[in-house]
């Protein structure tokens, strides 16, 4: 049987779409529609960033937060005040903090500004909100959107450069492109800090992808002068520092013998320490050293206290929980004098500062009091995987590293950092978004982060009319999410939304459901603080789950397939008690009236991928009446003697679920052994006990394996094989069947429909024997193969093909 030489038998299965059929067919077409055209062009682009625009006008009557009144006073400053008061002026409380050009691109906000209306431009303590500072600084956000947008389309571009190998077909590439784009442009998160809130984020984040394309395109130095330059527009993005610094150490700085180490060094000295001198350098010519020590008092205000107002999901809002919930019960019960005898614990009764709502240093009540230095040290602590990352890692191309590196890096800084705003949680979702599309390994831990960032951001849109707008957009983000997963990869719902997330999706809609209708029904006016706390809680959990699945993935490959096997041991013990019952179990070939056969076929460029397929024969007739194919995500790599725990699962499951539209199945034939296996348990004996229907193992090429594992040398194998060739060249049924080891009935059958006609080995899984299963198998061979697998084989690969190899294929679409 022909192979395509872009699949490779054996390897990588994934889920996506079914096809279920139950007409008298074998086409290698599985329903699938050869008219849709290539699906990303300019046109798209326009079309998405059209539609963009339009949602953000529409979000022009949105509440006004105080945010508006912080950039319009720092665009004063900076318009009325000498470059070396700005970071001195505190006529508003709402004094400049962010880096030197941030500070600039208030300067040039500002001269716009003066031209349209300069009453907007004064210093003043009290906030100047009219219409004309709402609208003009409504429009400036929209107007530098367009540096996100123009990055999101340059990153969907890379990483499908990035990605190229992996995906054959120029449909299936430009699938992929398009999702990416749609994702990365219209982040939820992004428009509601942006477009209602107000602030300059979507800027920001475009120059940090523009950083990350430029690697993508093979221009480093590029990607560094882009991120000092980001650093110096906003200093959150020292969340990133960490992974940039490993990456140039053991991506682009070696080797260090040369003399290109020296040149390379240089090249990428100038282009951080540039923007750097641009920035601070204007500054320090105006105040020197002094000037310099005021910026960085208002960029790091350690005086702020651990948390903000409003909890960041994080570590220190679980360790704030536990001080409160603590602090309830020693005040209500009144055990202040127990609390005394653990000398670690304060047992302070008052009510403690961190539910006030105030932005200020505070102390715990029960648990130890957290400074900024046991932060850092935690943080220290969490970023050793960086390193650790890129020891290990020597197979991932330089995107995915690099995007790899910047979230295993911004989780620390975001879990256990001091005074982290919940907006920060974005510096984690982005890059993971786009790894969820580069590594679909990523795709379960990116969609969880996903839904979770937007819902950090709630708190700070609480008008009733923007409740609805928060709760739509959000939720119909996540659904675009889902269905542009679902267009690129043909997976079925089931293997795209996890279980983890079906379970947070449901704690936060609850939570939702709590805040806005019961909260005030069952407290009233009091415990104001409590939907706040509860936010901080259920989502810093879902943080921590995604933070553990991120790295599972990234760090625990050999750990799965190692438990993996273990619960494939435990399988086999069933396995190995249902054959013990069984004694000698016969089936009445006569009461045979249909047959199965699956198949999996996996893309050889990209393993994880697969398509399982199932056909269902009359027998002896071998008629098709029932096809059913499916695009599976394979999580394990081949193991040999191991095969049950990368295919048993999936194409029993495909089995399963087509129980009640198929005919009833009496025998299925699998593309593998049975009994004849090391262990006496076959990917046939695992498929039959998850599906109870009888199977049989069909393999094209003599497996070694077992009778290596009991004691055979390889002579005595090489002979065996030679002595069942000359058997059956002997046989006139054109069925030889043997016991390869004492004790044990016949466990392996040789078949052969002719003379020329490839052999066959048979063994039987669950509940037949070994005779029967080769007087089945010969009387289902027409070609090669049996004929419920070579159907199953073609469908598998004319399907793989049709997705995401042959863009020309008549089965593509």
């Known amino acids: 049987m022909a192979t395509s030489p872009s699949v490779r038998r054996r390897k990588p299965p994934q889920p996506a779409s079914v096809a279920d059929s139950s007409e008298d067919s074998t086409s290698e077409c599985p329903n699938v529609d050869a008219t849709t055209p290539s699906v990303f062009t300019f046109r798209s682009f326009y079309i998405v960033s059209g539609l963009l625009l339009c949602l953000k006008l529409l979000l022009f009557r949105c509440y006004a937060s105080t945010d508006f009144e912080v950039h319009r006073n720092w665009m004063a400053i900076t318009h009325h005040e000498p470059l070396g008061q700005w970071y001195f002026n505190n006529v508003s409380r709402w004094t400049l903090d962010y880096p030197p050009f941030f500070a600039y691109f208030e300067k040039a906000l500002s001269i716009v500004a003066a031209k349209i209306d300069e009453d907007m431009l004064i210093v003043s303590e009290e906030p ?6 709402l609208l003009f600084q409504r429009l400036s956000v929209i107007a530098v959107d367009l540096v996100f947008i123009i990055a999101s389309g340059l990153l969907a571009d890379a990483i499908t450069q990035a990605s190229g190998d992996l995906w054959p077909s120029v449909s299936a ?8 784009f749609v994702v990365l442009a219209t982040q939820p998160s992004l428009i509601l800090l942006d477009n209602i809130h107000f602030q300059y984020n979507s800027m920001m984040y475009g120059i940090f992808m523009l950083v990350v394309a430029s690697v993508a395109f093979g221009k480093p130095v590029l990607a560094a002068l882009l991120f000092a330059i980001l650093l110096n527009f906003k200093h959150i993005y020292l969340y990133y520092v960490p992974a940039f610094i490993a990456f140039y150490l053991f991506e682009y700085l070696p080797p260090f013998r040369d003399v290109g180490f020296l040149w390379r060094g240089f090249h990428l000295a100038l282009a951080v320490v540039s923007p750097v001198v641009l920035s601070f350098g204007p500054f320090y010519a105006q105040g020197q050293i002094p000037a310099i020590l005021q910026i960085f008092s208002r960029l790091f205000p350690f005086k702020r206290g651990l948390t903000h107002s409003y909890w960041a999901p994080n570590f220190w809002a679980l360790y704030n929980t536990v001080d409160y919930a603590l602090y309830k019960v020693i005040s209500s019960l009144k055990l202040q004098k127990q609390c005394f005898q653990f000398s670690f614990l304060k ?13 200020e240093d505070y102390q715990h009540s029960v648990l130890p009091n957290v400074r900024p230095g046991a932060t850092f040290a935690l943080i220290i602590a969490f970023l050793l995987p960086v390193a650790l990352f890129f020891f290990k890692s020597n197979r991932n191309h330089q995107l995915q590293k690099l995007l790899i590196a910047v979230t295993l ?3 620390p800084f975001f879990l256990f950092g001091w005074h982290v705003h919940e907006k920060a949680l974005v510096m984690v979702a982005l890059p993971l978004m786009a790894l969820g599309f580069l590594n679909i390994r990523y795709l379960q831990v990116s969609l969880l982060i996903a839904m979770l960032t937007p819902a950090t951001q709630f708190p700070l849109i609480f008008m009733p009319v923007e409740d609805l707008v928060k709760y ?3 939720l119909g983000s996540w659904a675009v999410t889902v269905a542009l997963v679902r267009f690129v990869y043909r997976l079925e719902l089931s293997q795209i939304v996890s279980r983890t997330n079906v379970l947070f999706g449901f704690a936060v809609v609850a939570l939702e459901v709590y805040k806005v209708a019961f909260h005030r029904l069952l407290f009233g006016t009091s415990a104001e603080f409590l939907p706040l706390l509860l936010t901080s809680l259920i989502l810093a959990i879902g943080v921590f789950v995604s933070y553990l699945q991120f790295l599972w993935v990234t760090f625990g490959e050999q750990v799965s397939v190692e438990i993996a096997k273990w619960r494939c041991h435990l399988r086999e013990r069933s396995i190995k008690a249902a054959i013990a019952q069984e004694l000698h179990p016969k089936i009445d070939i006569s009461q045979v009236k249909h047959i199965a056969g699956v198949d999996l076929s996996a893309l050889a460029t990209n393993p ?3 398509v399982a397929s199932l056909t269902v024969l009359t027998f002896p007739e071998l008629k098709v009446v029932y096809t059913a194919d499916r695009v599976v995500h394979v999580t394990q790599p081949y193991v040999p003697e191991y095969l049950a725990i990368r295919e048993s699962d999936l194409l029993s499951d495909l089995v399963n679920d087509s129980k009640s539209k198929a005919p009833q199945i009496d025998v299925i034939f699998v593309d593998g052994n049975g009994r004849y ?3 006496l348990s076959g990917l046939a004996c695992h498929i039959s006990l998850l599906t109870s229907i009888p199977t ?12 290596l594992k009991n004691g055979f040398s390889k002579d005595a194998v090489v002979q065996f094989e030679a002595d069942l060739q000359k058997r059956l060249s002997a046989s006139k049924s054109g069925i030889v069947t043997v016991a390869p080891f004492e004790k044990l009935d016949p466990l392996l059958a040789v078949v052969r429909g002719s003379s020329k006609s490839h052999i066959l080995y048979v063994s039987a899984g669950l509940g037949i024997d070994t005779g029967t299963s080769a007087e089945l198998a010969l009387g289902a061979l027409i070609h090669s193969v049996v004929e419920p697998i070579r159907l199953s084989d073609l469908r598998s690969r004319a399907l793989l093909n049709a997705l995401f190899i042959d863009a020309k294929h008549p089965c593509n679409y």
């Open 696 to 707: 049989i193992g069909v393999a094209k090429n003599f497996t070694a394996g077992p009778l």
């Open 677 to 679: 296996h090391s262990r």
């Open 409 to 411: 890096s911004a989780y």
């Open 173 to 180: 590439k430009m699938r992929l492109k398009l999702a990416v």
């Open 472 to 474: 739509g957009l959000t």
């Open 128 to 133: 100047i909100m009219d219409g004309d500072v």
């Open 347 to 359: 047992c302070d009764v008052r009510t403690p500062a961190y539910i006030s709502g105030i932005v």
């Open 608 to 610: 994880e991928l697969a």
